[in-house]
């Protein structure tokens, strides 16, 4: 391929390409895009030779860093040999050595692999399932599914109704009949586990599924919460026969520094969902796991069958690259190696909460957040964070915001020296940035 200079590719760009969570008038008028040639390990290239340490692991997928010699080893590996089957009455070696080990990793119980191709398939599938098993095992009145305020799931209209989060959701709030939102132990865990057990003890006959991201609300803003709520959802998930689906797109593969986050309450769902990490930041891929007593649920007559699926359902190169990143996990250490540089990370995050106009911040694993109070209250719209991302980029750090939280979510096995080159840029970039609203207002 020959290379385009820098310029050339934004030109181009701006003509043709609609990006995603993208205002694209303000984008065309005065985007200056990242163009990215090349990323390895926990950093980002440009078509400059600029270098960028990656602050969130590309959308939270990279965990293990960028081109993973061994990911793409494996990706190569399988290459050679085939690189996609339809999965309908054809199965393949990566799909089954794959289904064994994460049912052998995952939570007891769950030990069966749907598999879909990103993180939004993974959990449409689960309501699907969820929905589908009440309907035809002896439930059919269970049509409600719950969800958190502030909730994210992903982006197809299912799982978009699920969502807790007015700048995805709002256009589309009519269509969501079959959910009903609680409140998220994220704002104080009394109150939402009051509703939820009230929710459950007058509704619970006609809920199917209640839907979470287990310990931290990801895109709804980095919301953390107790995993005193996980134990007490399933304990209540049970008496009420409603089936508990974690989604772990994000929290799973030890970005909270358990392997899952529903390690961290010992609780096992009925289903679970992972993409993201799960494929490495490689290639698209997901899986939706659950348990015996689910899948049965689908057994009988034809009609009874899961008429569900994706084209690149069980894709072998991403099964392929999955199962090398299990490997990677044990004979590198990942969750071990982790734990001091989650420390480092929380500590210093700590640190950026003496500043006046920083509050609630907040740490877990490889995962840490904070606010910039804000004129405009916040959320996801709000700009706050976009001046951080903007001097960041200057020194040579993405760390895109959410709104007015500024989070880091790099790779797990983030090289020290790294990790605290991009906490010393966010900590100078939070300094001007508080500094020019102080002078500012
Ligand atoms: C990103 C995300 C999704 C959606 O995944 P996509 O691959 O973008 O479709 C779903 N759930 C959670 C918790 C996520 O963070």
Not at 287 to 301: C, H, N, Q, S
Request: glycine residues 10%; contains cysteine; aromatic residues 10%.
């Amino acid at each position: 391929m020959s290379r385009a200079s820098r310029a050339e590719v934004v030109l181009r760009d701006k003509r043709h390409v609609w990006h995603p969570y993208t205002p694209m008038e303000a984008y065309i008028r005065e985007g200056n895009p990242l163009v990215v040639a090349k990323a390895s390990g926990s950093r980002i290239e440009d078509a400059d030779g600029r270098t960028f340490l990656d602050g969130n692991s590309s959308w939270w997928t990279s965990l293990l860093g960028h081109n993973h010699p061994r990911l793409v080893r494996a990706l190569e590996a399988q290459a050679q040999e085939f690189c996609h089957v339809a999965f309908g009455g054809i199965t393949h070696q990566p799909a089954v050595d794959l289904a064994e080990a994460l049912t052998l990793r995952a939570p007891p119980g769950l030990s069966r692999v749907f598999y879909s191709d990103n993180g939004s398939t993974a959990v449409e599938a689960a309501l699907k399932l969820s929905l589908q098993y009440f309907h035809q095992n002896g439930a059919p009145q269970k049509t409600i599914c719950l969800a958190l305020e502030h909730a994210f799931h992903g982006e197809t209209l299912g799982v978009t109704a699920l969502s807790g989060v007015a700048a995805f959701s709002a256009p589309f709030r009519g269509l969501g009949a079959f959910v009903e939102h609680l409140p998220t132990p994220s704002d104080g865990l009394e109150r939402a586990l009051e509703a939820l057990e009230r929710t459950l003890r007058e509704r619970g006959d006609r809920v199917a599924a209640l839907v979470l991201e287990p310990l931290i609300q990801g895109a709804g803003g980095m919301r953390f919460y107790d995993p005193a709520y996980l134990t007490a959802a399933r304990q209540l998930t049970a008496r009420y026969d409603v089936l508990l689906v974690l989604d772990e797109v994000f929290t799973g593969f030890g970005r909270t520094g358990t392997f899952w986050a529903a390690d961290a309450a010992q609780v096992t769902p009925d289903i679970m969902c992972l993409a993201k990490g799960l494929s490495g930041g490689i290639l698209p891929f997901a899986a939706t796991l659950t348990t015996e007593r689910v899948f049965e649920g689908f057994f009988g007559d034809p009609s009874r069958a899961f008429y569900y699926g994706h084209t690149y359902c069980g894709n072998p190169l991403g099964a392929r690259i999955a199962l090398e990143v299990l490997r990677v996990y044990d004979e590198e250490h990942v969750l071990e190696r982790a734990q001091a540089k989650a420390a480092r990370l929380a500590a210093a995050f700590a640190g950026f909460g003496e500043r006046s106009g920083v509050v609630r911040v907040r740490s877990r694993g490889m995962c840490a957040a904070l606010e910039l109070e804000s004129p405009r209250g916040g959320g996801y719209l709000d700009r706050a964070g976009w001046r951080v991302y903007d001097l960041a980029l200057e020194r040579g750090a993405y760390v895109r915001p959410l709104g007015n939280v500024v989070y880091l979510a790099p790779a797990l096995n983030m090289p020290d020296e790294d990790l605290q080159e991009l906490l010393d840029i966010v900590g100078e970039c939070l300094d001007l940035t508080l500094q020019e609203t102080r002078h500012g207002s």
